[in-house]
């Protein structure tokens, strides 16, 4: 199994609504990452975790929460959002945060809309 | 031919021609590179990669070119197909670093 599984595929979520993003994978990958997509820009960095536990945040409003139960999955949970938070969220595993030929795979995301 | 601007930079070829897509970087510790590939509506996907210590590298189809000196890389996609209408990233990292992703090239194939 190649690959990283997102869902939902789509959410639609008023700002106070709690929801939760999920992410799967079962390369035995120790490191998984969050990115945010807005249209025609790269992803953004959200949130890496490392065996496990949380490597990187990069100043993400804590209305996002991310939360790794176990080595292959990969929550975000959301509260409170506001309509700007609209994007494709998209998490991505790679082998370990360290060294060359650190290929990181990513999953297809979510479609995210906050009314 | 190509746009830059407030828009996603753009790069219209003709199917079966060659196309080149750039791409500058700015950490001169990076030692990774990678080019995704992302169509619309799904997320991006790996095309190839090099390290810092080459300056070439092949897959199908496809050449990545860097040139450390002025800090630039290059996707060649060769003979160019119309599945190949996508945007183009490059990612760079360095020791334990995420990636970080460049801007993005929309490509368009034109039949």
């Known amino acids: 199994d190649t690959e990283v599984t997102q869902t939902p595929k789509h959410l639609v979520m008023g700002m106070t609504n709690k929801k939760s993003l999920k992410c799967e994978q079962h390369?035995?990958?120790?490191?998984m990452y969050w990115y945010k997509q807005k249209a025609k820009k790269p992803p953004e960095l959200m949130f890496v975790?490392?065996?496990?536990?949380?490597?990187i945040n990069e100043s993400v409003p804590s209305r996002f929460s991310p939360e790794c139960p176990n080595s292959s999955l990969l929550n975000l949970h959301l509260h409170a959002l506001q309509p700007e938070d609209s994007a494709l969220y998209l998490c991505?595993?790679?082998?370990?945060?360290?060294?060359?030929?650190?290929?990181?795979?990513f999953g297809p995301g979510t479609r995210l809309t906050v009314l | 031919g190509e746009s830059v601007g407030l828009h996603l930079p753009t790069l219209s070829v003709q199917e079966g021609d060659n196309s080149i897509i750039n791409c500058a970087y700015s950490?001169?510790?990076?030692?990774?590179f990678i080019w995704y590939k992302q169509e619309s509506g799904k997320g991006p996907q790996f095309i190839i990669d090099?390290?810092?210590?080459?300056d070439k590298r092949q897959g199908q189809r496809v050449t990545v070119l860097l040139n450390k000196t002025v800090k630039h890389l290059s996707l060649q996609i060769a003979a160019t197909q119309p599945g190949d209408s996508a945007v183009y990233f490059c990612?760079?990292?360095?020791?334990?670093?995420?990636?970080?992703f460049g801007k993005g090239t929309r490509l368009s194939v034109i039949a």
């Open positions: 991505a595993s790679s082998l370990n945060l360290a060294g060359a030929y650190n290929e990181q795979f």
């Open positions: 390369m035995g990958h120790r490191a």
């Open positions: 975790y490392s065996y496990e536990k949380l490597s």
């Open positions: 950490n001169s510790a990076s030692d990774y």
């Open positions: 090099i390290r810092s210590n080459m």
């Open positions: 990612a760079e990292s360095s020791g334990n670093t995420p990636l970080v």
